[in-house]
């Protein structure tokens, strides 16, 4: 994969005095030019400089829906838009404080105490230009013997509602002050229950109203009762027991799906055999029939749904339109109203005849076995996705002299990327001679690395195989000879959402995850409009989709078996836009949300999306890169790229499977590639 914007964001920050000479000198001086008159005894005052390599016409660039990502939008989604750069925060390390980058991250998270952080004010998206690539700050004290920095930023943060979350990605970022350890710097993603409150309640009041139509009975002027969940084998029940039988079953992954949308579409045609049965000969049947009607539209209810005839154009009923009656939306479009996809709504139906939502209950998974053979998808572990973050790990390089901002020759701060890097040549380098600490006479201080990402990208794009129909799982799920074959809309399926299991939840200062049996957490992305000239992402018939950005987590593993790192499961989010028909574990209604899960395995071994491509990594002497040269599926400053491809719809999903499963029905064909390195291309079987 490549790496963002190549260095897209790579900042080189440097450390400008205006302090005039005096004739005094220092025994910490490497130098015989004098001490810098702000000398305190502990700190030198300096100016202080970033340098921006901004995003140019005709780089790759990254994020999720363009723009946010710092992708670009608009017109030119080849050129990126600086976003602004917040909560910025400058750490000193002394010489004594060196640790070693290249062990595993369980020993770099060490106890070692920061000294001194300094606060930088924030970065507006005007400061920085194709033009304008320094930013200045003043007064800025870097205490001598300052050997190495860390550097932390981050790009908006979403945060007032869940569109923005979603649009912007989101982290609970850490607050870092002087006498902490490196151990206390952790940046979390954020789940969506924890900032949308009453998803457990609301799941509640509508199995209790499903509770309520499962129980549905009716007493005859005779006094005898007849219960919809008991009924006897006499033929006039057939009818009713087939459809209790439908309507309580669940999946082969042992739930259903229980959306606002999934219940309406079972609802329907639940009552559309009620109503057929309302002209019954039977007055028992007839009773019954209506009584499952009546709480179906539950008119005292908390959940109220109402029932239109649907006619033809001579008037003739030929179906029954259900749809919430005038309730808001927790309730409509349950669960998204709490930041969730509608497939996480898993319903389990017991033998007390009782519906439950379940988070992570004993809800197994279709073909999967040993460890999680039994694992539901857990709400509680959906993420929005990550916000743009700025990181870097850099030696200091100071001197004694006066560095310029504007003009030409070899004492003035370059404003490109290449420049910066070019400046530290051991042998041909402006700066080369700079000293690695700063010193009481330091008028200039730098980074000598350039800021990175510190989180990585996912650029996903969509297509479905060149054929003019899919095959669902009809013969396995109704006994019947042979598929249905789904035409492929012309406008393509609509791509809603995109999931990305694998993810910790919360990464240490280095943006790698120092718990490695912490991977449970999904990354929810469905803000998938990529830029103002697109109106989403379709998956067309041999056509590419647009390409949609998602910024995620490293998903590096420091004890890794075998030396393998991990493969990732994602699921794509559908709309089915044509008729009806079934997936791997049930009927999948025209207007339903489906999911189709793949594999990106960074090992190659045929088990998911084939790798292609090498990674380019950061030479050593131009970054302090985390866990350089393992290759994984997310790499932080790096865009991972899946192109999918759809070529069945048999294992499509109506729930979300627990996307931690060893063995998944796979509906995706892949092919990653890292830019600057891998892409997988996945097939969807």
């Known amino acids: 994969m490549k790496k963002i914007n190549h260095y897209v964001l790579n900042g ?19 130098t015989d030019a004098p001490v810098n008159p702000t000398y305190d005894g502990k700190s030198v005052k300096t100016q202080f400089a970033i340098n921006i390599a901004t995003p140019v016409s005709g780089k790759t660039s990254t994020r999720m829906t363009g723009g946010n990502t710092q992708n670009g939008s608009g017109t030119n989604s080849n050129t990126g838009t600086f976003l602004g750069m917040n909560n910025i925060n400058l750490l000193t390390f002394k010489e004594a404080d060196v640790f070693n980058v290249t062990t595993s991250s369980a020993q770099r998270t060490s106890n070692i105490q920061l000294d001194q952080v300094i606060t930088l004010a924030q970065l507006n998206a005007s400061d920085i230009s194709d033009t304008q690539s320094s930013k200045i700050y003043t007064d800025v ?29 989101t982290l609970a970022t850490p607050t870092i002050g002087s006498g902490q350890t490196l151990a206390n710097i952790e940046y979390s993603l954020v789940t969506t229950l924890s900032e949308n409150s009453g998803y457990t309640t609301t799941a509640k009041e509508f199995s209790d109203y499903l509770d309520a139509i499962v129980n549905s009975s009716y007493t005859n002027s005779t006094s005898t009762t007849s219960t919809w969940a008991s009924l006897g084998d ?36 639940l009552y559309e ?13 007839k009773g019954l029939a209506g009584a499952i009607k009546d709480n179906i539209t539950n008119a005292s209810g908390t959940i109220k749904v109402k029932a239109t005839a ?17 309730l808001v939306d927790k309730y409509s479009t349950f669960p998204a109203t709490y930041g969730l996809p509608e497939g996480a709504a898993q319903l389990t139906f017991d033998t007390t005849n009782k519906f439950e939502y379940v988070t992570n209950g004993n809800v197994g998974n279709a073909g ?30 100071a ?35 700079w000293t690695k600490t700063v010193n009481s006479n330091s008028r200039s201080v730098a980074l000598q690395y350039n800021i990175n990402y510190g989180v990585a990208c996912l650029a996903t794009t969509v297509k479905c195989a060149d054929k003019a129909y899919l095959e669902d799982n009809s013969a396995a799920m109704n006994s019947e000879s042979s598929n249905q074959q789904i035409t492929i809309p012309t406008g393509g399926f609509h791509v809603t959402g995109i999931l990305i299991g694998g993810q910790s939840k919360t990464v240490g200062w280095d943006f790698l995850n120092p718990k490695s049996n912490d991977q449970k957490y999904v990354v929810y992305d469905n803000d998938l409009s990529v830029d103002a000239s697109s109106n989403g992402v379709w998956a067309k018939r041999n056509s590419e989709s647009s390409k949609n950005y998602t ?69 050593t002497t131009k970054s302090n890169f985390p866990a350089t040269n393992v290759n994984r599926v997310f790499i932080q400053d790096y865009t991972t790229t899946a192109n999918f491809t759809i070529n069945s719809l048999k294992n499509a999903y109506v729930t979300i499977p627990d996307l931690r499963a060893s063995k998944l029905q796979l509906g995706l064909s892949v092919d990653l590639t890292w830019q600057s390195g891998l892409t997988f291309d996945v097939p969807i079987n």
């Open 551 to 619: 910024l995620v987590f490293d998903n590096y593993v420091s004890d890794a078996t075998d030396g393998k790192q991990p493969a990732v499961n994602i699921a794509l989010e559908l709309v089915n836009d044509k008729e009806e028909f079934f997936g791997v574990d049930g009927r999948i209604a025209p207007g339903q949300k489906f999911y189709l899960v793949a594999k990106l395995d960074p090992n190659d071994n045929n088990t998911g999306g084939t790798a292609s491509g090498s990674i380019n990594w950061p030479e």
């Open 234 to 269: 006499e033929s006039k029940w057939q009818t009713l027991k087939t459809a209790y039988t439908n309507f309580t079953s669940v999946g082969s992954n042992g739930a259903r799906g229980g959306s606002a949308n999934a219940i309406l579409f079972t609802l329907k045609q």
């Open 12 to 30: 080189a920050i440097a450390l400008l005095s205006t302090a005039g000479f005096v004739a005094c000198s220092s025994s910490d001086d490497v």
């Open 310 to 326: 649907e006619q033809d154009t001579k008037g003739n009923t030929t179906g029954y339109k259900l749809e919430y009656d005038g």
């Open 273 to 285: 055999i009620c109503e057929n049965l309302s002209s019954s000969s039977d007055n028992d049947v």
């Open 368 to 397: 999967s076995t040993g460890t999680n053979a039994n694992v539901a998808f857990d709400v509680n572990n959906v993420t929005y996705p990550a916000a743009l973050t700025y990181f870097v790990h850099t030696p200091a390089r």
């Open 399 to 433: 001197t004694t002299k006066e560095i310029a901002t504007t003009g030409t020759g070899t004492d003035v701060w370059p404003t490109t990327v290449a420049n910066w890097d070019g400046v530290w040549n051991a042998s041909t380098g402006n700066f080369r001679d």
């Open 141 to 169: 004290y870097i205490p001598v013997g300052t050997s190495q920095f860390l550097f932390y930023g981050t790009g908006p943060i979403g945060s007032s509602n869940n569109k923005d979350r979603f649009s912007k990605g």
